[in-house]
Structures are given as C-alpha cells and as structure tokens.
C-alpha cells in the first residue's frame, strides 16, 4: 500500500462493511455510466451529430480514438480503443466481483507487474515486431485495468477506514 498501516483488522472492517459496499457501488455506477458513455454509438441507433461530438470530446480526453485501433461492433465504432475498452471492462469485470468477494490488499509491485503485458505489447507494435492486434491490446488493458481497479479500491478503502478509525482529520 502506499499509505502507511494502520489497524485495518476483520472488526474494523466489518463494522464499516456497509460504507465500504456503499463506497463500492457508487464507484461501479460511475464505472458503468463511463461505459455506457462510450458504448452508446456502438449500441444504439442515435444518430445526433452534437451528441455524438459531444462525447467525442469527452473520451478523446482520455483515448486517442484512432479508428483503426477502436472495436467496431456492425457499422459503428466505439469512441475508445481496443486496450482503453479493455482497461474499463476490466475494472467493471474487478468491480462486480468486488461486491461478491473480499479483495486481496495489492502491493504496487502488483500494479506495476500488470503493465508490463500491456508495455510489452506497445512496445512490440511499434517496434514492428508484430502488427497492432484489437484482441492482443484488449487482453492487455483487461489486465491492467482489473489489478488498477482493485489496487484504486484498496487506498481508497484504506483511506475511509483511517478516518473511520482514527476520527476526522
């Protein structure tokens, strides 16, 4: 963790587990709405060029959008990358079991692990070693964003249960 330990022991976090479920819900529904957003061109049939620019906008904040490394489901493309689609279901995937199961505390070496799939195959597509692969890239940002969600969701848990237990600072 980055944060230095404090007592995080079973009573402690079973006597805040409903925050802790709250706290986890409210982050999966910002998730799924994150989704929704970049899914919807793809899975529907709106055709309103402002709201399609709007959410242009709004992913290429995050994703460079090149339509050759995006999922096109039919005719329509989604407004993220192979590996940036595969970042956020990833977490979603991470998140639903988060809900279900206790999460395992992740060190940042855990972290840093779960990029090098994704660093290695970036690193070879551009060095023309093999050409770009949705799935390779999809596969590779599955990863990251699962271990990044559950690593996120651990310093945030961590950081409720401090305050809880050591009062408002």
């Known amino acids: ?52 620019f709007l959410l242009l906008k709004i992913y290429s904040n995050v994703c460079h959008q090149e339509s050759a490394k995006c999922i096109s489901i039919g005719s329509a493309t989604m407004l993220v990358c192979a590996r940036c689609t595969g970042i956020y279901f990833g977490a979603l995937s991470a998140g639903l079991l988060g809900l279900f199961y206790a999460i395992p505390l992740l060190s940042t070496r855990v972290l840093l692990v779960s990029t090098l799939p994704l660093i290695v195959d970036v690193i070879l597509t551009f060095s023309r070693v093999y050409s770009y692969s949705q799935l390779a890239a999809f596969t590779t940002g599955l990863i990251f964003g699962s271990v990044l969600y559950l690593f996120l969701l651990n310093e945030l848990e961590y950081l409720f249960s401090r305050k809880f237990y050591l009062g408002n600072e």
Not at 5 to 15: K, M
Not at 33 to 47: K, N
């Open 1 to 52: 963790m980055l944060l230095p330990q404090v007592n995080t022991s079973a009573e402690l976090r079973s006597e805040h587990r409903p925050k802790i479920i709250l706290t986890r819900l409210l982050l999966l529904s910002f998730l799924s709405i994150w989704i929704y957003g970049f899914l919807l061109p793809a899975i529907s049939s709106i055709d309103n060029s402002i709201f399609k």
